[in-house]
T-cell receptor, first 113, second 113 residues
Framework: DAKTTQPPSMDCAEGRAANLPCNHSTISGNEYVYWYRQIHSQGPQYIIHGLKNNETNEMASLIITEDRKSSTLILPHATLRDTAVYYCIVRAPEGGATNKLIFGTGTLLAVQP | DGGITQSPKYLFRKEGQNVTLSCEQNLNHDAMYWYRQDPGQGLRLIYYSQIVNDFQKGDIAEGYSVSREKKESFPLTVTSAQKNPTAFYLC????????????FGQGTRLTVV
């Protein structure tokens, strides 16, 4: 699996958009970008994933650059409950037994009142 | 409600004792996983199972054992051979191992004194 690079921490004002970047310059053509988040002392929660097109769901939007070497997770209106560690992961959806989710250290997003 | 349940939330054990952490899911998922998380770190994969009666070592399997006798259950035993067992343990499941989304339990915080 390709490695990802994320800033260790970010701040965001409540009600504003939170833009979390992720670099994955060695991503392969069949690898997707996944985002999970982990609120303190809880299990991670899936947010969104994409291959090359931008994706949006009820939680967030995912913008992937044309060369696929980086992406940005956007929380359009951050709330205090969005304070969490956000993990960017790349992996291929096929691959069977060796295709595991590998978590790095993520970005701690602190939403400020 | 469907979900994945870990118990207990907090567990204390004396050094040298084996301890078993419970993980149950009623999502009818084939794949299940155990991760370990240390303070300020990402998740590291201990073991995973693709199907009943099958499991594979992850990146840090030494000192741990698992069983998968039933589809809904994937208990993890932390043995006395694990040198640093104090950690936050997370169980997850997915429809199959290469599924796009994994569902996590709320974790068990194990403290060995």
């Amino acid at each position: 699996d390709a490695k990802t690079t994320q800033p260790p921490s970010m701040d965001c004002a409540e009600g504003r958009a939170a833009n979390l970047p992720c670099n994955h310059s060695t991503i392969s053509g069949n690898e997707y970008v996944y985002w999970y988040r982990q609120i303190h002392s809880q299990g991670p929660q899936y947010i969104i994933h994409g291959l090359k097109n931008n994706e949006t769901n009820e939680m967030a939007s995912l913008i992937i650059t044309e060369d696929r070497k980086s992406s940005t997770l956007i929380l359009p209106h951050a709330t205090l409950r969005d304070t969490a560690v956000y993990y960017c992961i790349v992996r291929a959806p096929e691959g069977g037994a060796t295709n595991k989710l590998i978590f790095g250290t993520g970005t701690l997003l602190a939403v400020q009142p | 409600d469907g979900g994945i349940t870990q118990s207990p939330k907090y567990l204390f054990r004396k050094e040298g004792q084996n301890v078993t952490l419970s993980c149950e899911q009623n999502l009818n998922h084939d794949a299940m996983y155990w991760y370990r998380q240390d303070p300020g770190q990402g998740l590291r994969l201990i073991y995973y199972s693709q199907i009943v009666n099958d499991f594979q070592k992850g990146d840090i399997a030494e000192g741990y054992s698992v069983s998968r006798e039933k589809k809904e259950s994937f208990p993890l035993t932390v043995t006395s051979a694990q040198k640093n067992p104090t950690a936050f343990y997370l169980c997850a499941s997915s429809i199959y191992v290469s599924s796009t989304e994994a569902f996590f339990g709320q974790g068990t915080r194990l403290t060995v004194v």
